[in-house]
């Protein structure tokens, strides 16, 4: 089997890689893959090659590895599908998974320009990891008006439980998020960042700004998320206007690229 990569364009491990590819997309979700010394053995090439390969597939996302468990198929990246403003549980739970968070700060914080509040709001700031099924796949780091934090009983103690939602607790508090607007851009890892998701050196992420308002117009957060490229997608269905239609649409359906705009929905993964 080993020679009949060798055959093929590539390094060897890249090939062994696209072999691993083929056989696991015949597997379920969570299935385990046989240990490097079975497939060096199975192939004929060194451990080490076969390593290689395994992390590459691990680098794609495709399979996750478990400290003295082994190497099992991964999850599908959870989808987006923009224009339906669904928070972080809601969308992962839609998914059939489990969703639960970390609690990494919960304090004052300063107003900064960008933000939706008025200058000088009072702010709270809200940081947690996001989790799917026990995998930290998101930071996010939200800022509240302190003011409707204390009028809805938003405490450290409450945003600390594994299961809470921003979106639901508003919610349970007579709050609803009419709408929101969403910037979305991929950049490379923050160290801090890279560290908390379990990301390699050169790891990029999606990282997306969300202002969520009342239907009134009132702020009911702002959020800087950041997310694990590997496990987040999003899907959209486009459709192609006349010219003169084009040349009229507003600039809120913009986006930009290295300082050039063009057309299109502004799109982003989930929050709250």
């Given at each position: 089997m080993a020679a009949g990569m060798r055959d093929r364009d590539g390094p060897l491990y890249l090939q062994i890689a696209d072999r691993l590819r083929e056989d696991i997309a015949s597997l379920g979700e969570g299935a385990r893959i046989p240990s490097e010394p079975q497939l060096a053995r199975d192939w004929g090439v060194s451990r080490f090659t076969v390593a290689k390969a395994v992390e590459q597939l691990a680098d794609e996302g495709l399979i996750t590895r478990r400290q003295g468990s082994g190497s099992f198929v991964a999850a599908a990246p959870l989808r987006r599908q923009p224009g339906y403003l669904?928070?972080?549980?809601?969308a992962v739970e839609a998914a059939g998974h489990k969703a639960t968070h970390q609690l990494l700060a919960f304090g004052e914080a300063s107003w900064q320009p960008g933000l939706p509040y008025p200058e000088g709001t009072a702010l709270v700031r809200l940081d947690r990891l996001r989790l799917v099924d026990g995998m930290a796949v998101a930071l996010h780091r939200s800022l509240i008006s302190a003011e409707l934090a204390r009028s809805i009983g938003l405490t450290r103690d409450v945003a600390a439980s594994h299961s809470f939602s921003l979106y639901r607790f508003f919610e349970e508090r007579g709050l609803s998020v009419h709408g929101a607007t969403e910037r979305l851009i991929a950049c490379t890892a923050e160290p801090g960042d890279r560290e908390l998701l379990n990301l390699g050196a050169d790891a990029v992420v999606v990282a997306v700004t969300r202002h969520s308002f009342a239907?009134?117009?009132?702020?009911?957060?702002?959020?800087n998320a950041v997310y694990d490229a590997r496990r987040y997608s999003y899907e959209a269905t486009l459709v192609r206007q006349p010219r003169n239609h084009a040349s009229n649409m507003e600039k809120s359906d913009e986006i930009h690229f290295d300082g050039a705009r063009h057309d299109g929905p502004r799109l982003g993964p989930w929050n709250g």
């Amino acid at each position: 089997m080993a020679a009949g990569m060798r055959d093929r364009d590539g390094p060897l491990y890249l090939q062994i890689a696209d072999r691993l590819r083929e056989d696991i997309a015949s597997l379920g979700e969570g299935a385990r893959i046989p240990s490097e010394p079975q497939l060096a053995r199975d192939w004929g090439v060194s451990r080490f090659t076969v390593a290689k390969a395994v992390e590459q597939l691990a680098d794609e996302g495709l399979i996750t590895r478990r400290q003295g468990s082994g190497s099992f198929v991964a999850a599908a990246p959870l989808r987006r599908q923009p224009g339906y403003l669904l928070s972080f549980t809601e969308a992962v739970e839609a998914a059939g998974h489990k969703a639960t968070h970390q609690l990494l700060a919960f304090g004052e914080a300063s107003w900064q320009p960008g933000l939706p509040y008025p200058e000088g709001t009072a702010l709270v700031r809200l940081d947690r990891l996001r989790l799917v099924d026990g995998m930290a796949v998101a930071l996010h780091r939200s800022l509240i008006s302190a003011e409707l934090a204390r009028s809805i009983g938003l405490t450290r103690d409450v945003a600390a439980s594994h299961s809470f939602s921003l979106y639901r607790f508003f919610e349970e508090r007579g709050l609803s998020v009419h709408g929101a607007t969403e910037r979305l851009i991929a950049c490379t890892a923050e160290p801090g960042d890279r560290e908390l998701l379990n990301l390699g050196a050169d790891a990029v992420v999606v990282a997306v700004t969300r202002h969520s308002f009342a239907a009134d117009g009132t702020p009911l957060d702002a959020v800087n998320a950041v997310y694990d490229a590997r496990r987040y997608s999003y899907e959209a269905t486009l459709v192609r206007q006349p010219r003169n239609h084009a040349s009229n649409m507003e600039k809120s359906d913009e986006i930009h690229f290295d300082g050039a705009r063009h057309d299109g929905p502004r799109l982003g993964p989930w929050n709250g």
